[in-house]
Every structure is written in structure tokens, then in C-alpha cells.
Nanobody
Framework: QVQLVESGGGLVQAGGSLRLDCAVS????????MHWYRQAPGKQRELVAT???????NYADSVGGRFTISRDNAKNTVYLQMNSLKPEDTAVYYC?????WGKGTLVTVSS
């Protein structure tokens, strides 16, 4: 079956960095567009970043210039490098492809 497993979340001070990983199995990873979403407490889930099978990327305005999405097709893994983190980046971060979601990883940014 399809599985997406996120890791790398945690507590970080404002201005710090984290890298999130999403390991994917059960699909032909190399042809899949991959997405990172996040959901902050009391807010709707929002799209953060997308990377296509060809490597094209797109970002939400709120994270552009600070976050970088990348992929390693040999490892069936997508990454989200998050720099210059702000308290408003606090959320559960989810990996998604097609109709499949991971369970999420919590990122908490302290001020």
C-alpha cells in the first residue's frame, strides 16, 4: 500500500532551521508531484510547497525565499528545508501525493 512517513519536526527557536523528510513507498515516486502542506492550530490546512516530477518548484508567498523543497528519486524521499523560521510557521506539516497523505510532523517555533 501507499505510505508517506514524515520526520524531522521538533522545537526550534525563531531564526533557526529544520529539515523535514518524507519517505514514500507504494508508488512510482519519480513520476509523482510531491507537496508539503501545513496546518496551524485553529487554521485550515494550507499548501506550502510543490515539486513536480521534473523538478519544478512552487511556494506559498509566506515561505518563499525561506523554504526549499527538493527530492531524491533514488531514495523515494522529498525534503523541506526550512530556514529563518518564525513563530507563525508553527504547525503540523504533512506530505502529500495524489490522494495520499502522511500523518504529519509537528514543527514548533518559539519566539
Amino acid at each position: 500500500q501507499v505510505q508517506l512517513v514524515e520526520s524531522g519536526g521538533g522545537l526550534v527557536q525563531a531564526g533557526g532551521s529544520l529539515r523535514l523528510d518524507c519517505a514514500v513507498s507504494g508508488i512510482i515516486f519519480s513520476i509523482a508531484s510531491m507537496h508539503w502542506y501545513r496546518q496551524a492550530p485553529g487554521k485550515q490546512r494550507e499548501l506550502v510547497a510543490t515539486i513536480t516530477s521534473g523538478g519544478s518548484t512552487n511556494y506559498a508567498d509566506s515561505v518563499g525565499g525561506r523554504f526549499t523543497i527538493s527530492r531524491d528519486n533514488a531514495k523515494n524521499t522529498v525534503y523541506l528545508q526550512m530556514n529563518s523560521l518564525k513563530p507563525e510557521d508553527t504547525a503540523v506539516y504533512y506530505c502529500k501525493t495524489w490522494a495520499y497523505w502522511g500523518k504529519g510532523t509537528l514543527v514548533t517555533v518559539s519566539s
